[in-house]
Structure formats: C-alpha cells, structure tokens
C-alpha cells in the first residue's frame, strides 16, 4: 500500500508569482484535503476534494485553488504569492468525504516566498 | 468549531509513562475526539480517536471524561520516537470532515 506523497519537497518563489503542489493519494481513497501550516503553529484547513470536485473551503482567499484528477490525486494553486504564503503545505488523504476516518497526511511541501 | 485548550509543553523519561490532558468543554454529542501527532520534519500522523468510551489501540489509550468535557492521551512507555506535538482535535462529522489543530502539546522525551 503506497502512502501520500506530494512534490516537490521544496520550493522557493518570488512575491507575485504562481505556484503549484502537487499530491498523490493513499491507494483505495477518493479524498484530499490540504492544509496550510505557518512556523510553530498548527495546520490550518485549506479546501477538501471529494470526486474531483470542491467539498468544502476553510478561510483562504480564492488566489488558492485546487483540482482532483480520475485518479484522485491533486494540486494546490495559488496565485500571486505573498509572503505570508510561506508555510509547510500539507495534503492528508481519506477513504470517505465527511467521515470521521482517519485522514493520512503526506510530508509536506515547504514553500518560502522571497 | 469546538475548541480544545493544550498545555503548550511536556515532558516526560523515557520508559515512563506520559499523560497528555486536553480540554473540550464546548464539546457537542456529535464530535469525535481526535489525537494527531507531528514528529520533526513530518505530517501529522494519527494516533486514536473516541467518542464515549476510553479505547486502546498499539499506540497508546485515549480516557474519556464521563462529561466528555475533558480527555487524556496516555503513552503507556515513552520513548525517544514519541518527542513530537501532540494535537487535540475534536471532529464533527460533518461534510468534510475537515480537521482544527489548535497550537497543540510539544512533548519532550529525555533518556
């Protein structure tokens, strides 16, 4: 059974640029949510993908945007990057949307914008 | 969304037991108790969850309040891999299923 994965692990960007993430879900689950994590703090809930369409929206702006392919995985967009943008991006994948199961979180893309 | 309220560090030896206390005194009968943790340089990975009644699993035991306004993680032997931030997470089952970390317990093992 093969984990989440995401890429790259790293990334660095300029203020006002695009940027996107990238994430693989567990085997056998239809689900992702992403999560932004700034230094020192918890991970804060982003958006959720269920069946390649939005399944729910934390308090990001719209410059964040997402998609899910057939294949259940995923990609995090977010346009004109600010500097506040910079944080450990998580995606954690489930086997149901709305469920209380277990949600597996892949290691995370840390993203610095200069 | 429910709050849960964490002391912000611990520490504990290691072969020792760990009790890591969280509060959740706005709790609704529908939310589930969560406990995530974080090692260094990882994702959150999952360690037990309740609803009611205290469980066990492989890697530790979750005792739940009979008001369920409280719950403790208990690390029945602690060891150098358990130094992490531990999260307190209570989950509604609702559309998404979304998780809200608060700043969590930064458990520290010493040999």
């Known amino acids: 059974e093969t984990g989440v994965t995401q890429s790259p692990t790293h990334l660095i960007k300029t203020r006002g640029q695009q940027v996107t993430l990238r994430c693989s879900s567990q085997?056998?689950?239809?689900?992702v949510s992403w999560y932004q994590q700034a230094l020192g703090q918890g991970p804060q809930f982003i958006f959720q993908?269920?069946?390649?369409?939005?399944?729910g929206r934390g308090n990001f702006p719209p410059r964040f945007s997402g998609l899910q392919f057939p294949n259940y995985s995923s990609e995090l967009n977010v346009n004109a990057l600010e500097l506040d943008d910079s944080a450990l991006y998580l995606c954690?994948?489930?086997?149901?949307?709305?469920?209380?199961?277990?949600?597996?979180f892949g290691p995370g893309t840390r993203l610095t914008v200069l | 969304d429910a709050k849960t309220t964490q002391p912000n560090s611990m520490e504990s030896n290691e072969e020792e037991p760990v009790h890591l206390p969280c509060n959740h005194s706005?709790?609704?009968?529908?939310?589930?108790i969560h406990w995530y943790r974080q090692l260094p340089s990882q994702g959150p990975e999952y360690v037990i969850h309740?609803?009611?009644s205290n469980v066990n699993n492989r890697m530790a035991s979750l005792a739940i309040a009979e008001d369920r306004k409280s719950s403790t993680l208990i690390l029945h032997r602690a060891t150098l891999r358990d130094a992490a931030v531990y999260y307190c997470?209570?989950?509604?089952?609702?559309?998404?299923?979304?998780?809200?970390f608060g700043q969590g317990t930064t458990l520290q093992v010493k040999p």
């Open positions: 954690a994948s489930s086997g149901l949307a709305g469920s209380t199961d277990t949600q597996y």
């Open positions: 309740g609803l009611t």
């Open positions: 997470i209570l989950r509604v089952s609702s559309n998404t299923g979304k998780l809200i």
């Open positions: 706005t709790i609704s009968g529908t939310d589930y």
């Open positions: 085997s056998g689950h239809n689900t």
């Open positions: 993908y269920y069946r390649e369409e939005e399944n």
